[in-house]
């Protein structure tokens, strides 16, 4: 393996997902070449790490950070950031903070990635409470979604820093020139909705955004802007719907009142949408807020989502992204 | 017309929704029959009903009651509801307060036909807060959603009656002998959540109920359990995701990169779709909770819906559904 130190450094938690390092570490070298614009670190069970590297490529800019402890899917997050900082997580974020490290992706626990993000790197100046993103496919475009889980109760005003977020990583990584703002809300005028939504269409309305307005349930899977900003219960919910619809064809394609015809149209249309409409694509989500780069790939990640996550943590720290994100909230 | 009084009386607001009488006149009476166990009172312009009714059956049980006012969708439903004594939302309300009429049907404003109710008929004992209940289709069952739109705000106890008159519903009307109840969540842990889901959770478990659990937005649309809890924010944005999938798939439907076969199968499942999972069958929303019966169509409601929503309002005058429901919670 190279030990060059000067190409940015990935740190990957090569213990957390469903599938462990067999399924994690193959997948995040799989774009890995000897001349990558950055190197990868696992983090983890150095013998299980070392059994999955052997017999690969040994001009792959490719390290090992053996960690003596792990963090469990059930620890409280806080509790477990201090007890445990010889796990991929803490160390790698540790890591970070120091500068060794530019990113960090694990499919482990998305409270411990989000506690040790907070507790480690802390907030951008300008940033009250970080928020998870994540991007959805619409039918029409990606739609980044944001809060997704981070912050169950939220202010007006930490919508509006989301919102801001939101922008910059539009803008910066999905390419949008002028990406427009959407607030979820269960109805299109201004004055319905909730205090917190009928507080945030005032203040966003006001901010220098493209705002495009409330947008209903009904509309969230068509596209109706590209930055969509809510609290994180309902943001948590509208993503598990989302991916959920698949699961929900699965089982009326299931139906017995279905003909021969009908069952193989469904069957054309599942594995479309299966191929096209994956959270797999985008590799994970991400924590927009903190003071670094911040991962969080879903438990169940296969080795092809993994390979996602690192692609998408090299567009930011290839982007900058912390740091235009600063700039713009200043 | 038959003037016979002795049949239950179901008031339709001939006035509502996006189609006025053209529509909802021949689609309410699509299943009238000389020998209904219940008659038909449209209320509004007593002119432009005339004209539907003109050549239709005379032995048919319809009665018309004109009104002179109307609410429009965009006024303040508590003021209306005090201005506009004679529109056909207040005048109904006010007679089924006097007992002359057993339900009230309209596609006009949601808001004023939560507001009349809520005024003119007011809550069953034990009733905090009355919710907008509907059902959903998902791909194993359907399912009774509560609270969908009323109360963008709840407190566990709320929540926990709407669990209650849920369950009556889904018993004396969707015919289930002993319905689960789910309460809509961000984990599936009894601690996850916010504190009022946290907070309900705790209520659920040691309620007189068959409580499932906690219900992840992916699960919903697989239908995990009879009836679906949650606060009317949260409801009315999961309604509405349910019902835009269909225009979702119809614009995936349209992408550049499908080939004949993929479109092909896609209006093959866009039409199976159609018919199977529309709100169209199920007429409309319905108030629990209040001291009558209460059906709010859709405004965009055809013929065909508003033939169902007068299905439904009869099915609860005929279970004598308020009253089981107030015995429920007593």
Redesign the interface.
Same mark, same amino acid.
């Given at each position: 393996m190279s030990d060059e130190i000067t190409r940015p450094v990935i740190a990957v938690d090569a213990m957390g997902g469903d599938h462990g390092p067999a399924v994690v570490v193959p997948g995040a070298m799989a774009n890995l070449t000897a001349d990558s614009p950055y190197q990868l670190a696992f983090y983890g069970d150095a013998a299980a790490i070392g059994t999955e590297l052997d017999g690969i490529a040994s001009d792959l800019p490719v390290t090992v950070v053996p960690c003596t402890q792990d963090i469990d899917m059930g620890e409280a997050p806080a509790s477990a950031i201090r007890k445990r900082p010889d796990s991929p997580i803490v160390k790698a974020m540790t890591h970070q903070k120091a500068g060794n490290v530019q990113a960090v992706v694990s499919a482990g626990s998305t409270g411990a990635m989000v506690a040790a993000s907070l507790i480690i790197l802390g907030r951008l100046s300008g940033v009250d409470r970080p928020a998870i993103a994540t991007i959805i496919p619409?039918?029409?475009r990606e739609v980044l979604l944001l809060d997704a889980?981070a912050n169950?109760?939220c202010t007006p005003e930490q919508l509006v820093c989301f919102a801001q977020m939101g922008v910059v990583f539009a803008r910066e990584i999905m390419g949008k020139a002028e990406p427009t703002v959407g607030l979820?809300n269960?109805g299109s005028e201004a004055k319905k909705?909730?205090?917190l939504?009928v507080a945030t269409h005032a203040l966003l309305a006001q901010a220098d955004l493209c705002f495009h307005g409330n947008v209903? $349930?009904?509309?969230?899977? @068509?596209g109706p802007s590209d930055v969509l900003v809510t609290d994180? =219960?309902?943001g948590?919910?509208?993503?598990?719907?989302?991916?959920?619809?698949g699961?929900?064809? $699965?089982?009326?394609a299931? @139906?017995p009142d279905?003909d021969s015809?009908?069952q193989?149209? =469904?069957?054309?249309?599942l594995g479309?949408?299966q191929s096209?409409?994956t959270y797999e694509i985008y590799g994970g989500a991400m924590l927009l807020g903190v003071n670094g780069i911040s991962i969080i790939a879903h438990g169940r990640s296969s080795a092809f989502a993994m390979g996602n996550a690192v692609r998408v943590a090299w567009e930011q720290v290839h982007a900058d992204l912390p740091a235009r994100t600063a700039a713009a909230l200043s």
């Amino acid at each position: 393996m190279s030990d060059e130190i000067t190409r940015p450094v990935i740190a990957v938690d090569a213990m957390g997902g469903d599938h462990g390092p067999a399924v994690v570490v193959p997948g995040a070298m799989a774009n890995l070449t000897a001349d990558s614009p950055y190197q990868l670190a696992f983090y983890g069970d150095a013998a299980a790490i070392g059994t999955e590297l052997d017999g690969i490529a040994s001009d792959l800019p490719v390290t090992v950070v053996p960690c003596t402890q792990d963090i469990d899917m059930g620890e409280a997050p806080a509790s477990a950031i201090r007890k445990r900082p010889d796990s991929p997580i803490v160390k790698a974020m540790t890591h970070q903070k120091a500068g060794n490290v530019q990113a960090v992706v694990s499919a482990g626990s998305t409270g411990a990635m989000v506690a040790a993000s907070l507790i480690i790197l802390g907030r951008l100046s300008g940033v009250d409470r970080p928020a998870i993103a994540t991007i959805i496919p619409t039918s029409s475009r990606e739609v980044l979604l944001l809060d997704a889980g981070a912050n169950v109760q939220c202010t007006p005003e930490q919508l509006v820093c989301f919102a801001q977020m939101g922008v910059v990583f539009a803008r910066e990584i999905m390419g949008k020139a002028e990406p427009t703002v959407g607030l979820i809300n269960i109805g299109s005028e201004a004055k319905k909705g909730s205090e917190l939504t009928v507080a945030t269409h005032a203040l966003l309305a006001q901010a220098d955004l493209c705002f495009h307005g409330n947008v209903e $349930g009904n509309e969230i899977m @068509r596209g109706p802007s590209d930055v969509l900003v809510t609290d994180g =219960f309902t943001g948590n919910t509208v993503l598990k719907m989302v991916e959920g619809v698949g699961h929900f064809l $699965g089982g009326v394609a299931r @139906r017995p009142d279905l003909d021969s015809d009908q069952q193989k149209a =469904f069957g054309t249309v599942l594995g479309y949408m299966q191929s096209t409409f994956t959270y797999e694509i985008y590799g994970g989500a991400m924590l927009l807020g903190v003071n670094g780069i911040s991962i969080i790939a879903h438990g169940r990640s296969s080795a092809f989502a993994m390979g996602n996550a690192v692609r998408v943590a090299w567009e930011q720290v290839h982007a900058d992204l912390p740091a235009r994100t600063a700039a713009a909230l200043s």
